[in-house]
């Protein structure tokens, strides 16, 4: 139960709806988003 409850990323599922090739930004504002709550992730440690 609660090792789901850590897992740092969404689901593969997450990323193929950014990856759509008709908004080609949507994968940089994913990518900006990802590294932004990792860095937050590594501060409370």
Known sequence: M???SIK??????S???VM???DGT???EYIA???E???MM????
């Open 26 to 28: 949507a994968i940089f």
């Open 2 to 4: 609660r090792a789901s």
């Open 33 to 35: 988003a990802m590294s």
């Open 20 to 22: 759509e090739p008709e």
């Open 8 to 13: 740092p990323y969404p689901r593969p599922a």
């Open 42 to 45: 590594a501060r409370m440690r």
């Open 15 to 17: 990323i193929e709806v």
């Open 37 to 39: 709550q990792l860095s």
